[in-house]
């Protein structure tokens, strides 16, 4: 679990006293039940550990779950008249792929699975001839990432206008 394999306590500790000790753990990348065994050791380098009688090791009990291979992207849809159209919403991820949704007329607010990695959004209003993005203050896409079982909110297609956006940074 990559820990350390010593840590020095802060201060003598004597009998009867506590302290906390804490180190700091990966969990292991593949799927699987893990334990980890510590004992610690006193300046003269003999090990001991808890219980009555010293010799029980301290513990760490983990479940390793792998990261799910996809995530929740969820916003809204704002639209520059009374009544919002129906439309396709896009997800471009890094390496140029589209995913591509229907939005139905009224729809404001969505929410897709998509795989995980990192994104922009936008929309196609043909009828109007408009595209709205998710974008950043200078009018480009904005980016977000999606990760294994979480959900990504406030993605929100808000900004409308007669041209495709540049993607941003």
Known sequence: ??????????????????????VT??????????IGYWLLRNPAGNLFGAGDTADKAFWVD???????????????????????????????????????????PGTTHYSFLLPNGLYYAYAWQPDAQLWGGYLRKNGTLKSFSISGGETTTGIKICNWGPNPFAEGQ
């Open 1 to 22: 679990m990559n820990g350390p394999s010593s840590a020095q306590l802060a201060g003598n500790v004597g009998p009867g006293q506590y302290i906390d000790v804490s």
């Open 25 to 34: 753990l990966t969990a292991p990348g593949a799927n699987g039940h893990y």
């Open 62 to 104: 983990i479940y390793a779950k792998e990261q799910l291979p996809h995530g929740t992207v969820a916003g809204t849809i704002c639209y520059p008249s009374e009544t919002i159209p129906q439309m396709t919403l896009y997800f471009q991820n890094d390496d140029d792929e589209v995913m591509q949704f229907y939005i139905a």
